[in-house]
């Protein structure tokens, strides 16, 4: 494996990595960073959690001047979390060579932005809508960007995205370098590639070297009414730290996170209805461990950068592979082991098979917990909670007391009622939640014909897309076997 010295980067940037504890590339990284100094256009195809940011950061920071104070490096994301998330980064890695890097996302102080703006950043991380906002009023001035990087391109599709991402590539000057890294590509991401990007390198990390090996993967078979039984069962018996739970929509996570509460768990929900302030609170609590349970959808769980997860929980099976990919990669980081456990209706064994074959992993089928299980696990806690008082407090002033009940019940009797006490248990049969439909099967009588672009779509879009990518040659057809268009505005020109 490649170590960063090789790459004859600038020191401030090697002395960064090494203080980011990063020594040897990833796959992605040490495919991508060659090509990427040499000012070549690079499609990638990575999800989260190869190292993609660095793999687009390092070139990027290596290039820029920090004398020419002034936007050169733009970098869009699909969601403000992920544009913090990145936004960081970059700035790790370029602290030592004084390089700027400002996030710019909706639901931030518009005035604030334009005032740090002012201050001439060296790059911008923007989710699209926000940066055509600063386009228009012209707080943002384009012609002395050299380089635009488009992160996860098939989530901003997904959200909508697509015609400001074409508006603003447009815009910017047209002697560019452009990077792009994307976990699918439909046919709206091989257009966006074929018109505004010059011959580009394809570069593409297996699912099967994205699925990490400490993260331990475990399947229930459970039908959909007792589901949520089983989840509180699950809570009990794996007593996670941090645990993300994925719900298939917004009102689910609602009804999860509602439901969890009303029981006694820690736990608050996240998703794209919230405001700006309620999801930084959220997060925030879920980081400092004042939650320990965080319910999620998937758009509004991407991008997400929280150390200590130990568990996930699938409570809805995710609609597609990658989608499995980027929720299971929220654990087992930083060397860490993690559990993902994905509860599967009779109906969803399929979709289990596939996601099986793509990531090239086995899971394991967990049989479902039992009530006297969970029962048994948390006596076992309210006991050790017991005896670790008993050890280390200053119980003098409870004695007296205690000889008195004791006089009037026998010991053991005593001490069961304490247990008791201190034993969590849940009424589970009093919530109920609002069924979801089981996923169906998606036929290849779907494959796309540019009609659905909906987020539930993905499946349907990516259908039969793996021939449109010359494995030989390591080139795209992006639709036919003609070679890739230039700048839409120069070909109009």
Not at 7 to 14: D, K, Q, R
Not at 256 to 271: D, M, P, Q, R, V
Not at 283 to 304: H, P, Q, S, W, Y
Not at 397 to 424: I, N, W
């Amino acid at each position: 494996m490649t170590t960063f010295y090789e790459f004859e980067l600038h020191h401030s940037v090697v002395r960064a990595l090494t203080e980011m504890g990063l020594e040897k590339a990833t796959p992605i990284q040490e495919q991508t960073i060659p090509i990427a100094l040499q000012r070549k256009d690079v499609i990638g195809q990575a999800q989260t959690g190869t190292g993609k940011t660095a793999a687009f950061g390092i070139p990027l920071i290596e290039r820029l001047d920090p004398e020419e104070e002034k936007i050169q490096g733009v970098v869009l994301t699909p969601t403000r979390e992920l544009a913090v998330q990145v936004a960081g980064e970059l700035n790790k890695i370029a602290r030592f060579k004084k390089i700027r890097v400002l996030p710019i996302y909706g639901g931030q102080d518009m005035n604030r932005q334009i005032r740090e703006l002012k201050k001439k950043p060296h790059v911008i991380v923007a989710t699209p809508g926000r940066f055509m906002d600063h386009m228009r009023r012209k707080t943002i001035r384009l012609h002395s960007i050299d380089m635009v990087v488009l992160d996860e391109a098939d989530e901003m599709l997904n959200m909508g995205f697509i015609d400001d991402i074409k508006t603003i590539l447009n815009e910017v000057p047209e002697e560019r370098q452009t990077l792009l890294f994307s976990a699918t590509m439909p046919k709206p991401i091989q257009e966006i590639a074929g018109n505004f990007m010059k011959d580009p390198d394809i570069i593409k990390v297996k699912a099967k070297e994205v699925t990490v090996s400490s993260i331990t993967q475990q399947c229930i078979k459970v039908i959909e009414r007792e589901k949520f039984g089983v989840l509180c069962r699950l809570l009990d018996i794996d007593m996670p730290e941090l645990a993300i739970i994925f719900g298939r929509t917004k009102r689910r996570v609602d009804e999860l996170s509602e439901a969890l509460n009303k029981l006694g768990y820690g736990a608050e929900g996240i998703h794209g209805d919230l405001n700006q302030a309620k999801r930084d609170s959220v997060l925030r609590r879920f980081k400092e461990g004042k939650i320990n349970v965080l319910v999620a959808t998937d758009v509004a769980a991407r991008g997400l950068d929280i150390s200590g997860v130990t568990h996930v929980y699938n409570f809805d099976v995710p609609h597609d592979p990658e989608s499995y990919v980027h929720r299971i990669g929220r654990t087992g980081r930083a060397g860490k082991t993690g559990l993902a456990i994905t509860f599967v209706t009779p109906g969803e064994v399929e979709h289990i098979k596939t996601i099986e074959s793509i990531t090239k992993k086995k899971m394991d089928w967990r049989p479902v917990p039992t009530e006297a299980e969970a029962a048994e696990q948390q006596q076992r806690l309210a006991a050790e909670k017991l005896l670790s008082t008993a050890e280390a407090e200053d119980l003098q002033a409870y004695k007296g007391m205690a000889k008195q009940l004791l006089e009037e019940v026998d010991s053991v009797t005593l001490v069961s009622a304490v247990l008791k006490m201190l034993t969590k248990e849940s009424n589970t049969g009093a919530v109920k939640l609002t069924e979801e439909a089981p996923l169906r099967v998606k036929k290849k009588r779907f494959e796309d014909k540019g009609k659905s672009r909906s987020r539930d779509g993905r499946g349907r879009e990516n259908k039969g897309r793996s021939k449109k990518f010359d494995k030989s040659s390591g080139r795209s057809f992006f639709g036919d076997n003609k070679k890739p268009k230039k700048n839409a505005r120069r070909k109009n020109a």
